[in-house]
């Protein structure tokens, strides 16, 4: 049931390049360098997230990726959900100010999540 949907998710991101500011790629798969080179190349690639540090296509470990090349086990502890902690038990002392953030609006990431095992 794989078909082509390599290729599809690389021509959908290619079509939409300029519907996004930025992508995340996550996959180890060799089949997606040319995507990932692409997005280099027109300045729109965000991160390269590898999710198995030891096994991963040897066209991903190009040197003009290393710089964008992050490992899943080594931002888990970042993004894992944290535990609650205990409340306080004394009232916070300061101030508290507030800005207007609601002219910012935040940019607009494409996330791809490429699987690597072939089926």
Known sequence: MKGNVD???????????NDFDQALIVTGDGDFHCLVEYLLEQKKLLALMVPNRKKYSGLLKRKY??????FVADI????????????????????????????????????????????
């Open 76 to 119: 888990r502890n970042k993004v894992q959900k944290k535990r609650k902690t205990p409340m306080r038990t004394k009232p916070h002392q300061g101030t508290l100010s507030v800005r207007d953030n609601s002219s910012i609006s935040p940019p607009k990431i494409m996330s791809i999540a490429l699987s690597t095992s072939k089926q």
């Open 65 to 70: 990726f290393l710089p964008y090349t992050r």
């Open 7 to 17: 290729a599809e998710l690389v021509l959908h991101a290619m079509i939409h390049i």
